[in-house]
């Protein structure tokens, strides 16, 4: 039993190298599609976009700009579904998240939890449109709680309407 553990663990090990060695592909592929962008940010594992690279103001809905930006990143994604052999269980994780203003309450979403995550299912939907496999994809609504900076700034509350797009193991 030790030795089958050992060769379980060696053998995941492989795979989560070789997981984020196709993540450093997918990454440098992506920054050359993107090109050098003041509103999409490199942090650590993520491709970071402000909210309003696809999205019009307490609006869930891809818009226009976005939707061709979202192209770019629709034939990475299919690219690389071509490319990670089928043993690799991977998904790209698309976090939305808001700013820590309230809604008005007029409009469609009564929280910013619920637009976070709407607008996370919409950048999701419209890559499944466009070819990516939706067992590729998960999205996740953070509304407010996972602030980029805490202030009250105009600045800090739009560094924290984003969209975070993750490479990851499922």
Known sequence: IADLGSRLNVALAQ???ELARYRSDFFGRLRQVLGNRS???VVGDRFVFQ??????????????????????LAAALVTLDKEIPGDISWILRVDGH???????????????W????ARAISVVE??????????????????????????D???????????????TER
């Open 15 to 17: 795979k989560v190298q």
């Open 51 to 72: 909210s309003e690279v696809f999205f019009d103001a307490g609006a869930a809905g891809v818009n226009p700009a976005g939707r061709g930006e979202l192209d770019k």
């Open 98 to 112: 808001t700013d820590k203003r309230p809604l008005s309450g007029a409009g469609q979403f009564k929280t910013n």
């Open 126 to 151: 419209y890559l499944v449109s466009k070819g990516v496999p939706p067992q590729r994809l998960a999205a996740t609504g953070f509304g407010e709680f996972q602030p980029l900076e805490l202030g």
């Open 153 to 167: 700034t105009d600045e800090a509350l739009r560094r924290n309407r984003r969209i975070e797009l993750k490479l």
């Open 114 to 117: 619920e637009l976070s995550s």
């Open 39 to 41: 509103d999409i940010r």
